[in-house]
């Protein structure tokens, strides 16, 4: 548990914030405080942890030799959003990375997951991946999940406890119970042997249009690493672009230099080809947004997704609208379709569509 007079010193220091949804009240840190992780969700009878920050990798060749001195086990890195899945009373619940109950991912959960295992387990937490085309967060979608959404398990927690179960103990549980887990590709080393296996992986995985993968070491200190693809960068880029003005510089920098360091280590050669796809994923989403707030006066995207409750879409869209500072949450279609609820909504980019109509009514910039 959190000692209480820490949790004092996060409210006051405004980093807890109190939530309520599906008739659960909770705290939630917004920020890290101290030693605990943003996300970290304080309930009545107990506490689930957030997740630690992984470091990501950027030169596999030092990066794992640096970083991994024991064994380590290598799995897919999935495309989509992680949640904490947990049991309180008779109810199963989803916690965003940010410790929001998500309204989408909880309503769904009888739909992509055996909750047998928290029935008999109710001190576990999952930790997953909803990946898909039909999520309300993101829109890149891994290329093995083509409707709908699906579910990877990726590590178990405790409640009241950081950290995750053993890999052991993982694999264990996913195997009792039958649970969608993410891919495991095997356990290695630092050695110049395996590293060359690893980068054969990556290699596959980039052609596959995958994300990457996360490195777990085998020990008890379980230190931790991603690496993330070069398709997965250029995609990052791509689908960011009408939102450009709400990103740092960096995110775009970071991803330009990962995509240069992925090609240096694997070997992949410079051509016509690449150019024309990192300028592709800058330029198309740009004319696409003048194109668009030149017809509808706004630049958007829009997400459509299906509930098995109506009123979990409205939590949905009002949890949107409230956590979305330079975005406008704009509904489109709410209604009943093959035995769910379908809903389909806008999100309006404030920024960009502020700046395009400054721009394009003759307005002045100052460099």
């Excluded at 409707?147 to 927690?157: A, G, Q, S």
């Excluded at 995207?301 to 956590?323: M, W």
Aim: aromatic residues 12%; neutral net charge; glycine residues 6%.
């Amino acid at each position: 548990m959190i000692e209480p007079e820490l949790v004092k010193q996060a409210l006051k220091s405004k980093k807890v914030r109190s939530e309520e949804a599906f008739g659960l009240e909770y705290l939630r840190f917004n920020d890290d405080f101290k030693d605990i992780p943003r996300g970290t969700a304080i309930f009545k009878d107990f506490v689930v942890w957030g997740y630690p920050h992984i470091g990501r990798i950027f030169v596999l060749e030092t990066g794992l030799k640096e970083q991994f001195k024991a064994p380590f086990w290598v799995e897919e890195k999935v495309d989509g959003y992680n949640v904490r899945i947990f049991k309180y009373g008779d109810g199963y619940y989803a916690l965003s990375r940010g410790g929001f109950i998500c309204p989408f991912t909880t309503d769904r959960l009888p739909d992509l997951i055996d909750l047998k295992v928290l029935d008999e387990n109710p001190e576990l937490v999952i930790c997953a991946e909803v990946a898909g085309p039909e999520n309300p967060y993101i829109e890149e979608s891994p290329p093995f999940v083509k409707e709908d959404v699906r579910l990877f398990v990726f590590d178990f927690m405790r409640k009241n406890e950081p950290g995750f179960l053993s890999h052991r103990e993982k694999v264990e549980l996913i195997e009792r119970y039958g649970l969608p887990s993410v891919q495991i590709l095997g356990r290695f080393t630092s050695s110049d042997e395996d590293i060359k296996k690893i980068k054969e992986i990556l290699r596959r995985f980039d052609e596959e249009g995958r994300e990457g993968v996360v490195f777990k070491e085998d020990s008890p200190e379980n230190r931790r690493a991603k690496y993330i693809t070069s398709y997965a960068n250029l995609m990052d880029i791509k689908v960011n672009a009408k939102n450009m003005l709400q990103l740092p510089p960096e995110y775009y920098t970071n991803r330009i230099l990962r995509i240069v360091l992925f090609m240096l280590e694997e070997g992949i050669e410079r051509n016509q080809h690449l150019y024309e796809e990192l300028g592709r994923a800058f330029i198309d989403g740009l004319f696409e947004a003048i194109e668009q707030y030149k017809k509808e006066h706004k630049v958007y995207r829009t997400f459509r997704c299906r509930f098995r409750k109506k009123e979990n879409a409205l939590a949905l869209l009002e949890l949107l609208s409230k956590t979305s500072k330079h975005i406008q949450v704009k509904q489109r279609r709410l209604e009943p379709e093959n035995g769910y609820w379908r809903l389909e909504f806008d999100k309006i980019y404030l920024n960009m569509t502020g700046l395009l109509g400054h721009l394009l009514k003759g307005g002045l910039v100052y460099d």
